[in-house]
Nanobody, 121 residues
Framework: VQLQASGGGLVQTGGSLRLSCLAS????????MGWYRRAPGEERELVAVITSGGITDYADSVKGRFTISRDNAKNMVYLQMNSLKPEDTAVYYC????????????????WGMGTLVTVSS
């Protein structure tokens, strides 16, 4: 199983970015998927999470600005980020809670490599 995140970049305050993450590797099903971020000098924090059924939860700091969604058929999760602020600058990581492959193997607490989002003031 691999998680490949993309969509990061440099954007001005108030701008938007859309992050995408593809989970690949003969995956049969995925439970929760989410986005975390680590700002310079800070601990990694949860940004948003979505269950396989589409239930979402967000960090208070991004509520109303970010939207998480997923396409179960494509094994993808997205993070639409609007009204970006300089404090959103961080490396964003895709995460899956548990995935099952067609061979019956389970992957738990799996992380992607991260994509950098920089918001200029």
């Amino acid at each position: 199983v691999q998680l490949q995140a993309s969509g990061g970049g440099l954007v001005q305050t108030g701008g938007s970015l859309r992050l995408s993450c593809l989970a690949s590797g003969s995956i049969f099903s995925i439970d929760d998927m989410g986005w975390y971020r680590r700002a310079p000098g800070e601990e990694r924090e949860l940004v948003a999470v979505i269950t396989s059924g589409g239930i979402t939860d967000y960090a208070d700091s991004v509520k109303g600005r970010f939207t998480i969604s997923r396409d179960n058929a494509k094994n993808m999760v997205y993070l639409q980020m609007n009204s970006l602020k300089p404090e959103d600058t961080a490396v964003y990581y895709c995460h899956l809670d548990r995935a099952r492959t067609y061979s019956g193997r389970y992957y738990r607490n799996f992380w992607g490599m991260g994509t950098l989002v920089t918001v200029s003031s």
